[in-house]
Each structure stands twice: as C-alpha cells, then as structure tokens.
C-alpha cells in the first residue's frame, strides 16, 4: 500500500471511531448500551439509516437536519467525527504510518471522549477509563512499540498513588477528594504515558484545573464550591494530551532546572 492510501485509511478510521464516540458519549454516561437499540432521530423517532449516518458528510447533505422531520442535528456530531478523523491523520503524518501513530490516536481519541463527557457530565465511564487501559496494555504487548513493563508500572502505580490522594485527602480535609473515575482515568493514562507521563499528566492537569477553574469560581463568587464545577477530568486529559507530544521535552527541561550538571 502506498503511503497515501494508509494515510486516507488513517482519516478515515478515525472519522469512524468518532461516530462511534459520539453515540458513547450520548449513551455510556446513561449507562446504555452503544450497540442496541439502533440511532433514532429524538425529534420523530425515525431509525437513522446507513447512509444518513455516514461521518461529517450525511451532516453535510442533511444541511444539520433529520430527513423525516427537519428537527436539528447538533453540530457535536460532524465537529467530532471531523476532529477524531484530523486526529487520526495528524497522528500518522507525525509519527509515520505505524503502531505509534495507532497508540497516540487511541490515546487521544479516549481523552477527547472522557473530556466531553466529564465536562458534560461529571462522569468518566469505566469503557473509556478501564477499558482504555486494556487497549495501552494490549498494545504494550504488540513487539517493537512503548514497553510492557513501563505500561504496567505506569498503570499500576498511577492508579495506586491516585488513591493514596485520594484517602490521605479525605482524612485530612473530611470530605469527599477526587472520584473514582478520575483514579480509572488515571490507570488509562499511566498504562499509555509510563509513570513519569502520567505524574506529567497529574501536574499539568492539576496547574490547568487551577488556571482555569479558580478565576471560573472566582466570576461566580463561589470558591467553596471550586470542586463541583471543575472537571478535573477534563483538565486531566488535557494535560495527557500535551504530556504526549511536549512530555520529553518538559521532562528533560525539568531535569535541567532542578539538576544542573
Ligand atoms: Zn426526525
């Protein structure tokens, strides 16, 4: 296959895959199954057939409108499935078409679903969070890629260390910190960044979080309740993703500033 063609193939999984990401974060905050029942219209309850369903372009077509009723599409879905498939083939132009550009499109790909949904919801699902920590591990195992051990070392401790924050800060300040979800994120994150990635990811996530949701309270007058309008999943993936591509950078920056030579 000629270079091009894995490239189009690249666009075009990750233009899938956002579909597909769209119906998850509809359905799995719900607790519902994405499979069944079939994509029906909210407006008229028409089944959505195949070709209405392809990505961005039956948006395109339908000009953001349902066929039977004319009720609106929201515009999350062609926004997604574009952003997912511009992902994908980012991915690929930056790393080559190879098992790392497959492991850094999923990885972003989880973090843009755990970002809408947790910014939306409040919630990270368990599929996205655990089950995207299978996905790092599996692809750990896969010859030549991120190894093994630092996948399971990075999941293992990131998820460890999340609930001693978790329980040391409940003991000390008697009151719910952090949630579940955050931890299971945090397990996906160190599975595919290794454990100082995902220490990387805790800080510049925690610092975004303050940045943005401190001067946010602020605006509302409301510190006290800082905790319930901040998603720090939101931040978290945030932090993930520029731990990704600038991780080594910073890291090796960090080494230099903390241990001159
Ligand atoms: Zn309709």
Known sequence: MSDTVVMVLFALIGAVLGSFLNVAILRWPAEESVVRPRSRCPGCGSAIAWYDNVPVLSW???????????????????VIELTVALTWLGMALWQGPGLE??????????LLGIAVIDARHRVIPDQLSLGGALVAVALAAWPGGFPLVGA???????????WLVKLGGEALLRKPA????????????????GLPGGLLTVLLGSVLGLAIGVPLAGLRGDLKALGT??????????????????????LAWYLQVAMPA
């Open 60 to 78: 395109l077509i339908l000009r953001g409108r349902c066929r039977s009723c004319s009720r609106r599409i929201s515009v999350q879905y062609p």
């Open 101 to 110: 550009a497959v492991r850094g499109s999923l990885l972003f790909t989880i």
């Open 152 to 162: 399971l070392v990075g999941g293992v401790v990131a998820y460890g260390l999340m």
């Open 178 to 193: 952090l949630g579940v979800g955050d931890i299971h994120m945090m397990a996906m994150v160190g599975a595919f960044l």
């Open 229 to 250: 309008y901040l998603p720090l999943g939101t931040f978290l993936a945030l932090g993930a993703a520029v731990t990704y591509v600038w991780g080594d950078a910073l």
